[in-house]
């Protein structure tokens, strides 16, 4: 069994970047794919980036995804950042015995 | 265009059986690789996958709850059921169902908010 770790909340100002961080417990980052949910209050979730470092056609390119290896984590970094991105964001991953986990979630506040 | 859409009751009472029915268009449940999980968030927490079902039947679920969920699909009405014995307040939670193409929940419901209660 595994977890992802997420920090609870980020803040930043509009046109600069952020990165948001999920951390596997156990078990490699690099062994399945990590997937990026947006959600905004009173909606379902939406992919943002998935297969780690893809992007769904109508998300636009400030948004990208990566893994660490050393520190066996992965990334979502969004730049250029604007008031519309202000929302929570899930990372998600899976694995044989665990099945589907999704990270705590992080509130992303733009100043 | 696919869709999704979550109905059942929005009250429960503890210890009842809560079923839930996810009823979708725009996909075949029946084509290789397709999949409809079940997810549910508290109010105020984190997503949680709870189940899912394969175009050919296979079934998973989540390790902490497998003895309380079950789940099964009608192709032909376009249909998946939930259901989640022995309800609690801490199952208090918007469920949403979700279409897996291939390696991620690309179509949600807009989700359904069950509380229990008595």
């Known amino acids: 069994n595994f977890m992802l770790t997420q920090p609870h909340s980020v803040s930043e100002s509009p046109g600069k970047t952020v990165i948001i961080s999920c951390t596997r417990s156990s078990g490699s980052i690099a062994s399945n794919y990590v997937q990026w949910y947006q959600q905004r209050p009173g909606s379902a979730p939406t992919v943002v980036v998935y297969?780690?470092?893809?992007?769904p056609s109508g998300v636009p390119d400030r948004f990208s995804g990566s893994i660490d290896s050393s520190s066996n984590s992965a990334s979502l970094t969004i730049s250029g950042l604007k008031t519309e991105d202000e929302a929570d964001y899930y990372c998600?991953?899976?694995?044989?015995?665990?099945?589907?986990?999704f990270g705590g979630g992080t509130k992303l506040t733009v100043l | 265009q696919v869709t999704l859409r979550e109905s059942g009751p929005a009250l429960v009472k503890p210890t009842q059986t809560l079923t839930l029915t996810c009823t979708f268009s725009g996909f075949l449940l029946s084509r290789s690789g397709m999949s409809v999980n079940w997810i549910r968030q508290p109010p105020g927490k984190a997503l949680e996958w709870l189940a899912r079902i394969d175009w050919d039947y296979d079934k998973f679920y989540s390790t902490s709850l497998k003895t309380r969920l079950t789940i099964s699909k009608d192709t032909s009405k376009n249909q998946v059921v939930l259901t989640m014995t022995r309800m609690d307040p801490v199952d208090t939670a918007t469920y949403y169902c979700a279409r897996m193409g291939t390696t991620y929940f690309d179509y949600w419901g807009q989700g359904t908010l069950v509380t229990v209660s008595s």
């Open positions: 998600q991953s899976y694995d044989s015995s665990t099945s589907w986990v």
């Open positions: 297969d780690t470092n893809q992007r």
